[in-house]
């Protein structure tokens, strides 16, 4: 028989931790990366959104930035130990550090979000075994005699003076202020990057550190999940900029993980209600919980609009979702159909972590579970879907699929979405 995966060890030196800086342009192991060159899927580059980005005020951690990390072994979280997808991809973590570079040493203490979006693999000895260590996405930092992955000539040749500009920061040169020029970037989100980092002062800093629920600048970066599994084609918006153009200001955090409290008669607790209302001038969804789909404003169950499903589109969540605490989660909906064929169905899929596999927890098949149905009778199906969380299930991705004839121009409707939990202990 295949022996049990082995329980990682628990960190060591409390909760405190050590920390580099890098960039080295390479894809990376949570897939939170594009393609440079569209017919070459085997050199992904990182996306220029991983770069660390100024906090909304007021946040709820009272962190200065936002950014990414690559992560050592024992938060990577490998169990197939292939360096790629470890559960610990998307884990964020509240990291306070102080300056300590001469002249500005215990000057200034910051607090970062980091977002574990690459590996810092067991080559780096400060990565190796059971030590907790970040290597902060810096753009332009990365030093290139220790660099075990540098690409950034090959894949961003026209940044490249950029990605070399502080690279012997703090290296031939002990004064933090020689071996840095971040004006070299030519892109606003490397270069704010670049400043950001060097504001902070931090040469290879001990931190102290804490895991956190991500905040919502962070959770819709793209990497892997968020991108369907696979590198996109183009640039999707949160790849080529962590900043929202409609929304400069950046929106609320979400909280750290959820606390369960106030449940319904059933015994699950509310995690969030959908509606489908919050709509942008495209027609689009713009809410907080799924992805952009289209929306109807002519056929809905409640309010004014529901989310509509054609030929090719999935309705996802958007990020993954904190479920520490529950043992079971609950999926209500309602939807409808319109124009579907024999053979026609779609499914509620899942999974946990960053696996890459999709769980189908169900399929609903046109002709045998539902049928069609017109304006003059809006027949709106209500259905519920039971998740039990697996050992060790700590964030879940779940969304709609559907699968339709290659000429058919049916029509999915969702609507009045409840996702909910049941506390651990009460099942």
Not at 107 to 133: F, M, Q, R
Not at 213 to 222: M, S, V
Not at 257 to 265: E, Q
Not at 331 to 340: D, G, T
Request: hydrophobic fraction near 30%; charge should be negative; aromatic fraction near 12%.
């Amino acid at each position: 028989p295949t022996p049990p995966a082995p329980t990682p060890p628990a960190p060591t030196g409390g909760m405190t931790a050590t920390t580099t800086r890098y960039w080295d342009c390479s894809g990376g192991s949570c897939g939170c990366a594009y393609l440079p060159f569209p017919n070459d899927p085997s050199s992904p580059a990182h996306c220029y959104s991983n770069a660390m980005f100024s906090a909304p005020e007021n946040n709820a951690y009272g962190a200065k930035f936002y950014g990414t990390a690559a992560v050592s072994q024992i938060l990577f979280d490998d169990p197939n130990g292939d360096g790629w997808l470890g559960n610990g991809c998307g884990r964020c973590y509240r990291v306070t550090g102080t300056s300590n570079t001469p002249g500005y040493e215990g000057n200034t203490a910051t607090t970062l979000v980091l977002k574990a979006a690459n590996y810092c693999p067991p080559g780096n000895p400060l990565c190796s075994g059971n030590k907790v260590h970040f290597d902060i996405a810096a753009p332009g930092f990365d030093v290139l005699a220790y660099s075990l992955s540098h690409a950034c000539p090959e894949l961003e040749s026209a940044e490249v003076e950029g990605f070399q500009a502080c690279s012997n920061w703090m290296i031939n040169n002990q004064d933090p202020n020689l071996n840095c020029d971040c004006s070299k970037f030519g892109d606003p989100i490397l270069r704010a990057g670049c400043e950001n980092f060097l504001s902070m002062q931090w040469d290879n800093a001990v931190v102290d550190y804490e895991e956190v629920g991500c905040p919502a600048e962070l959770d819709r970066l793209n990497c892997w999940e968020e991108n369907g599994d696979n590198y996109p084609l183009g640039i999707p918006e949160f790849c080529a900029s962590n900043l929202d153009d409609n929304n400069p200001a950046p929106t609320p955090p979400v909280s750290a993980p959820p606390t369960v409290s106030s449940p319904v008669d059933d015994g699950y607790t509310e995690i969030f209600f959908e509606g489908f209302e919050t709509v942008d001038d495209d027609g689009k969804y713009d809410g907080n919980y799924f992805k952009a789909v289209k929306i109807n404003r002519e056929r809905f169950r409640t309010g004014t609009s529901a989310a509509q499903l054609n030929k090719e589109k999935k309705l996802l969540t958007k990020g993954k979702r904190d479920v520490r605490g529950f043992s079971t989660l609950k999926i209500h909906f309602f939807y409808r159909s319109r124009k579907l064929q024999d053979a026609d169905s779609f499914k509620f899929e899942y999974k946990f972590n960053g696996s890459a596999e999709w769980t189908v927890a169900r399929e609903w098949i046109f002709d045998t579970d539902f049928e069609n149905s017109s304006d003059g009778n809006p027949l709106w199906y209500e259905e519920t879907v039971i998740i039990t969380i697996p050992d060790g299930g700590r964030k879940i991705l779940f969304r709609f699929s559907k699968f339709f004839n290659e000429v058919n121009n049916g029509q999915l409707y969702f609507d009045d979405v409840t996702f909910s939990g049941m506390a651990s202990g009460n099942a």
